[in-house]
């Protein structure tokens, strides 16, 4: 068995921790705000785990959970009629209205997205959505809170040490829903009526005996995790780093309910540029819908492949590289699933597509498109695809749609800036505009390219050829790097290289 991939390590995992029938992987969600990147990664990398389960010859199924009984604590800033939601502060999330009109609760309207994201990557028909709501409501819970009620003082016990001392004085881990007021309450329990399922506390003032179950009261968050993964017999969950301490808390109150907590695995957050967690507000980072524009969709599942348990930052920036990574794994695919290469399962492509319907490889790249488009200027899609077509016929219909978000990419992040060459590399490059004249093949034009780069070296212009190709690339295209150029003028064609670096070297510095 290969076990070199993180799909593959924790596959071996869950398999010797449920030995035989149905393996149970969830993932979480709280719609108190819309699913964003981070809420369809933990589903897209949990069906991934799937695909190497099944691998293995063994069933599972993944459910999402959403936690729609948790309190409705801010109102986001984002949503219309904020003073008429404030009235709503404290109730749990799918009694908090829809200001859309369109669904039954806020709760719901978010869910409702989340299920379009789940459909849009292809995994609707492997994810159950359970909502918290209704296993509470419909009693479905009820064996588990009333074991939580038993065991209370043992859960006591853990939660304590984890609290500050004004916390603790209060702290319980039922949340009676009000049957005054409809709010999720953080109230001091007065008594715990183990034998008749029965908390006691005050409400509004007066003495209230209430039952634990059928959606009357709610579990508080940790303790709520270690009983969902007891009724739900989860035997997976991968959850992010800011969960680390949730998960060592709720691991010991699981055993306290008589299961072994899941095989986890803790991913790391997706960092902006400058380091700093992504923010909504702040709008640094890639967005889905950035990505769904400007890349593949196949590309971002690739992404989210590679090295969960690592860093990484987003940066708009960095999307032709990514998209590159992408195209690049997918070639080799091909190349693999000919040879019934064993290693294809090693292969991140066969976690983003399987190994039916795969998209056709292609030898262009995403950064040499946008060169090429940084080059044209091509006022619309047509005329830079039509471009395209007389270099390249029969572009494939992953070019085409390279090509599409290439043009997108290009329209809302040109660089119209424009680096004035220094004047030493001038002289190479009229060289070069003549002397490509008798160059046929992108290869050739490549190796011109190193001799004048040696020269350049040698006559002490420049340090070495590292930099020489940096400022190559800021003349032409503003970038300090980019495509291979000898390739990327055989595409976009001789006399237009020659016309595109003529034009460069007009502006004078
Ligand atoms: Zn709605």
Redesign the pocket.
């Known amino acids: 068995m290969l076990c070199s991939t993180w799909t593959m390590k924790n596959a071996k995992k869950v398999i010797e921790k449920n030995t035989s029938g149905l393996i149970t992987l969830k993932t979480g969600y709280g719609p108190s705000g819309l699913p964003h990147l981070g809420t369809i990664a933990e589903v897209i990398r949990t069906r991934m785990l799937q695909q190497a389960i099944e691998l293995q010859g063994r069933k599972s199924k993944i459910v999402t959970f959403i936690d729609n009984m948790d309190g409705f604590r801010k109102v986001p800033t984002n949503l219309p009629n904020q003073d008429y939601l404030k009235q709503f502060l404290g109730m749990p999330l799918f009694k908090v209205p829809?200001v859309?009109?369109?669904?039954d609760s806020f709760a719901?309207?978010n869910i409702?997205e989340l299920n379009k994201l789940i459909n849009k990557f292809g995994l609707t028909e492997y994810v159950e959505v359970v909502k918290s709501s209704d296993m509470y409501i419909s009693g479905k819970f009820n064996d588990a809170i009333l074991l939580v009620l038993q065991n209370y003082k043992k859960i006591l016990e853990v939660m304590l040490p984890t609290l500050g001392s004004e916390r603790q004085q209060t702290y319980s881990p039922f949340l009676p829903i009000s049957q005054k007021s409809g709010k999720v309450l953080e109230v001091k329990i007065e008594e715990y009526k183990v034998g008749e399922g029965k908390i006691v506390f005050y409400d509004e003032g007066e003495l209230v005996e209430q039952a634990v179950t059928n959606g009357k009261c709610k579990l508080q968050w940790k303790v709520d995790w270690a009983m969902q993964w007891h009724a739900l017999k989860i035997d997976y969950e991968m959850y992010g780093k800011d969960l680390i301490d949730s998960f060592a808390v709720a691991k010991p109150i699981c055993r306290i309910l008589g299961s072994q907590e899941p095989v986890n695995m803790v991913y790391e957050l997706f960092l902006a540029s400058d380091n700093k967690k992504i923010s909504k507000s702040k709008g640094n980072g890639v967005s889905l819908s950035d990505w769904m524009q400007f890349a593949p969709i196949a590309s971002m599942k690739h992404f989210l492949f590679l090295n969960p348990e690592r860093a990484k930052k987003l940066d708009i920036k960095d999307l032709p590289r990514y998209v590159d990574a992408y195209l690049h794994d997918l070639k080799r695919y091909h190349i693999q699933l000919n040879e019934k290469d064993e290693l294809i399962h090693n292969n991140p492509i066969f976690y983003v597509h399987g190994t039916q319907d795969i998209p056709e490889a292609t030898d262009l790249s995403y950064s040499l498109l946008l060169n090429i488009q940084s080059g044209l200027r091509s006022p619309d899609y047509e005329t830079f695809i039509s471009f395209l077509q007389k270099q390249k016929s029969n572009l494939n219909d992953t070019e085409l749609k390279l090509a599409r978000a290439v043009y997108n990419y290009s329209i809302y992040h040109s660089n119209n800036e424009t680096v004035p060459p220094p004047k030493w590399i001038k002289k190479y490059l009229h060289i070069f505009i003549e002397e490509i004249k008798e160059l046929e093949t992108g290869l050739d034009m490549q190796t011109k390219l190193y001799d004048l780069g040696n020269q350049a070296v040698a006559n002490g212009d420049i340090e070495n050829l590292k930099l020489w190709f940096e400022n190559i690339y800021l003349v032409l295209f503003n970038e300090k790097s980019g495509p291979r150029l000898g390739p990327f003028f055989e595409l976009y064609g001789k006399e237009r290289s020659v016309e595109l670096i003529k034009s460069k070297l007009n502006e004078d510095r």
Do not use: A, E, V
């Open positions: 829809d859309f009109g369109c669904c719901d309207h409702n």
